[in-house]
Each structure stands twice: as C-alpha cells, then as structure tokens.
C-alpha cells in the first residue's frame, strides 16, 4: 500500500474525553523517554510529553508531521520523525516505552518489530479487538513466537465511536511488557520450527508416539486446543531432550 493509501485509512481518536480514558490505563512517568508510533494530528502526542521526560513521534503522513509540530509548538521535550515506521530503526542500549494506535493491516508487521527489533521494555498498543485476542491464543504461531519475549495483556476495549472516520470493529488497548527471553539464540531456530509444526498439527514430525505421551504427561496437557505458554515451552523442551 502506498504512502497515500495510508494516510486514508487513518482513524483519530481526537476527544479529549475518550484520550482522557485511554490515558488512564497507561502508567508513565516523567522519566519515560516514549517512541510514539503515528502521531496523528498529535492529540496523544501532547498528552505524552507532559506525562514524560521525551517523546520521539514517527509519522507517515509529512502534513500531520506539522500538524503535529504546530500543536505541541510551546514544548521543546519531543521530536517528529517523517518516516515509515517500519523503516525506523530503534536505539539500542537506551531505556524506552513505546505508545501507539497502529493501523490495522500492518499490526503484525509493527508488534513483530517492536518485539524483535526494539528493547522497549514496555509498549502500549491501540489494536484492532480480533487482532488482541489472538495474540493470546496459544493455537497461533505470531503468539507463540511473541510470548518468548513479551507477556501480553489486554487493558481495555475501545468502542468504534471513539475514532473518527469510525471503524466498523472496535479496538482494544494492549501492553506488552518485555522480560528476559524464553528461548536462547542458539535455540530460536530450533524453537521457531516446532512452533511451524505445532500450529499446523504435525505432531509425528516432532515426536514417536511414545514421546509424544510423555511430553503430553510431562506438561499436564488434557487438551491440545487449551494449553498456556509454560505447558507449550515444556512440550518444546521435551522436544529438544528427544532430540538431544
């Protein structure tokens, strides 16, 4: 999708009382240096730079860069970038949060990012309602591979009725909250393919029949559509002692 594309299918959140709610459930503080995904018309923008120390805003949208500079123009504690923000690349070895509403069809682009190539050590999400929900579901590959770096929880819904245009679903606000990783590098390869194979239901390829009940016995798994992330990491490290 091009550039002109995106700017079009933008939804604001721009009242003060819905922002008000929002910010309610987001915790931060005035030594938070944020990296804000989509400034929009800088709504959130200003709301964030008196909660925190800095904020860095990545917009697509070069007019609403403006639009967002001119409104925060009696504030010198943030910076707005022009640029895609799946092109931006994130510091390293600096303490950040991230905050934004992501648009809808690249929200498994952007929360892979954010995860896999930034160090925030906790980011705030507006994401579409399904999208939330499966990243909690375990029967999904994107939340397997999410869930070694992040815990993820939903914080609140958010009506269609706040955004305008008005979407045809609602939203919900996500956080992730990072902490050390699940799976070691030299295991990642390993941990991505069980994960391909688990999803697509192919179990003889990972385990005999034999193991496969040990592994099942071993995690106390009744049910293989209902399984929490500990169980699937101990079916993967059964894996790995099979195959030793």
Not at 163 to 186: D, M
Request: aromatic residues 12%.
């Amino acid at each position: 999708m091009n550039k002109k594309n995106i700017k079009y299918s933008q939804n604001f959140i721009t009242s003060k009382h819905h922002i008000n709610k929002i910010m309610s459930n987001i915790e931060l503080n005035a030594n938070d240096n944020i990296f804000e995904i989509g400034s929009g018309k800088g709504h959130f923008t200003l709301e964030l730079i008196q909660k925190c120390n800095y904020v860095t805003a990545i917009e697509i949208d070069s007019k609403l860069c403006i639009q967002t500079k001119n409104k925060l123009a009696n504030y010198d504690n943030f910076q707005v970038i022009n640029k895609d923000i799946l092109q931006f690349k994130f510091p390293n070895n600096k303490a950040y949060k991230i905050y934004g509403n992501i648009p809808y069809y690249i929200s498994t682009d952007i929360v892979r990012k954010i995860v896999f190539e930034s160090e925030a050590t906790v980011s705030y999400l507006i994401v579409e309602d399904g999208f939330a929900k499966r990243l909690l579901n375990t029967n999904r590959s994107l939340a397997l591979l999410l869930m070694t770096k992040v815990d993820i929880s939903i914080l609140s819904m958010i009506p269609r009725e706040y955004f305008h245009p008005k979407p045809n679903i609602n939203s919900s606000l996500i956080v992730l909250k990072r902490h050390p990783s699940k799976i070691s590098s030299k295991d990642r390869k390993k941990y991505n393919y069980f994960v391909r194979l688990w999803v697509n239901k192919e179990y003889r390829k990972l385990f005999t029949k034999n193991q496969f009940n040990q592994a099942l016995k071993y995690a106390k798994i009744k049910d293989l559509n209902n399984i929490n992330f500990e169980q699937f990491l101990s079916l993967f490290n059964s894996y790995k002692k099979f195959n030793s």
